[in-house]
């Protein structure tokens, strides 16, 4: 920078330092140049670096080469975005374990140093300096020893005026075994990765919440039956799986590891009627009508989505005024699915989620047909719906817009200006002759049981940190009574917690738990009396 520049107020953003100079001690207001990318302070006399080091979280090299260093501070491990670091020719006789917590580290210069000869061998081995981190991060004390409690957020009291019914519904993406890989977790230890440790904390978690309803994604088939069906039934709970499309195509053993969708209830309050599973690759093919984005883009991917038509059980609603002798038969529909990951398909996204919703209208459709004339359950629009979903979509994404507000714009920026041209009005609530204004709709008058920014993340890795699982419910037929809150932020913080899964946290995903009040299905007139039935 010349001096002009400097005089007329530039200032430099450098991100290297090096300080040199047989330096014996560190300034401490080295400590607050936190933009600093690259340190080096190697060929000096520092004979220990304070835990304060790790105050430069941005550093990605690291060069404390030929010093006197004795031990490292423990801190050093919370430094994750270091790539490269070098130790050479100190006077380190033992590392803390802490550094298996530096999962992008590429270089890791140790030579030169009077290290115990079980480190030197591992180390010494081909990919050794990997193979070293795994030990140092599987041999790792846990700390915190314990997870804090999340808490119950109460957001609505019951209905005094009649009787209602209270269930709670549980969303949960388990993070199948085939995806916890240490090449995606790479802070996890492999203990805690391995399917055999988490799925005692991911049934723990599910049997605590103890829902009424419980909606799973990412189950793999062989473990839906060996695993989940066989727990849950001992606990009155029956249950309906589909794997992802790709099950037909692969071979039996393949398929047993194949991931899908789940919904389990229990049969003390809910009988089932039918159950659904929509294949978004089918529904696509059936309905690109010449688009080549629509079959390009939408139809090769294999997700699905599943949906069980429920009876509520009459005895679950309780309180208010007497119950109502001749209360009709109240169906519910709870709709699960799991959408297409890549951040660059916001299109395939929404475009999957239109296709969910406009098979749950034709499922409550039909259900609603075969009902007594004249009878609620012949309204289509009298069959409440619950949604649970990893819609992969932030609360600011098209999909999101679309499910909360009823629609969006045929030209919404989500679809990224492809030509899905006509098709897309397939999915239209009024269908393809129907007036809504280029909007493409859906019937159902759908919220949020999670409004407001409740929970900061429902899905917490190193590098990604959002809410993308949501519960959505039917806003004319229930109310939200309360949710299960988020895990402090401040301990994850505090406890250098770089992302999940971890020890204590068996996804990488966090579970939605949600209580709703049902309004029961009421005739119009009861010898002559209109009754209020507040929607």
Known sequence: MSAEEAANGKKSHWA???????????????????????????????????????????????NLSSNKLRSLPAELGNMVSLRELLLNNNLLRVLPYELGRLFQL??????????????????????????????????????????????WITLKERDQMLPTALFTIMC????????????????????????????????????????????????????????????????GYDGFFCPKSRAKLVSEQERKHVDGCAIFFKTEKFTLVQKNTVEFNQVAMANSEGSEVMLNRVMTKDNIGVAVL????????????????????????????????????????????????????????????????????SDPSSIPIVLCADLNSLPDSGVVEYLSNGGVEENHKDFKELRYNECLMNFSCNGKNGNSDSRITHSFH?????????????????????????????????????????????????????????????????????????????PSLINGVHLPVRR
Request: with cysteine; net charge negative.
């Open 446 to 522: 759908l919220k949020s049981a999670y409004d407001n920014n409740i929970m900061p993340y429902t899905n917490y890795t190193y590098d990604f940190k959002g809410v993308i699982d949501y519960i959505f419910y039917s806003k004319t037929h229930m109310n939200v009574l309360g949710v299960l809150g988020p895990l402090d932020p401040q301990w994850l913080i505090e406890n250098s917690i770089t992302g999940c899964p971890h020890p204590h946290i068996p996804s990488d995903h966090f579970s939605l738990l949600t209580q709703l009040e049902l309004h029961p299905p009421t």
């Open 310 to 377: 429920l009876e509520v059980n009459n005895d679950i609603f309780v309180g208010g005024m007497k119950p109502l002798h001749s209360i009709e038969k109240q169906l519910l529909l709870v709709a699960n699915a799991h959408m297409h990951w890549d951040p660059e398909y916001s299109d395939v996204k929404l475009i999957q989620t239109m296709m969910f919703t406009s098979e749950l209208k034709n499922i409550v459709e039909k259900a609603s047909s075969s009902g007594k004339p004249g009878s609620p359950a």
């Open 172 to 235: 949960f993406n388990v993070l199948c075994d085939k995806y916890a890989t240490r090449q995606l977790y790479g802070y996890c230890p492999s203990w805690a990765l391995n399917w055999e440790y988490r799925k005692k904390g991911i049934l723990e978690e599910i049997v605590n919440c103890d829902a009424d309803i419980i909606s799973l994604q990412e189950v793999e088939t062989e473990q839906y039956y060996t695993l989940f069906l066989q727990a849950l039934k001992e606990r």
């Open 16 to 62: 290297e330092l090096e300080i040199s100079g047989r330096v014996r001690s560190l300034s401490t207001s080295l400590w607050t140049l936190t933009h600093l990318t690259a340190l080096h302070i190697n060929d000096n006399n520092l004979s220990r670096i304070p835990p304060d080091i790790a105050k430069l979280q941005h550093l990605t090299y690291l």
């Open 106 to 151: 590429q270089t890791l210069g140790l030579k030169g140093n009077p290290l115990s000869q079980d480190i030197l061998n591992l180390y010494q081995e081909p990919d050794g300096t990997r193979k070293l981190l795994n030990y140092m991060l599987d041999n790792l004390a846990v700390h915190p020893e314990h997870l804090p409690q999340r808490p």
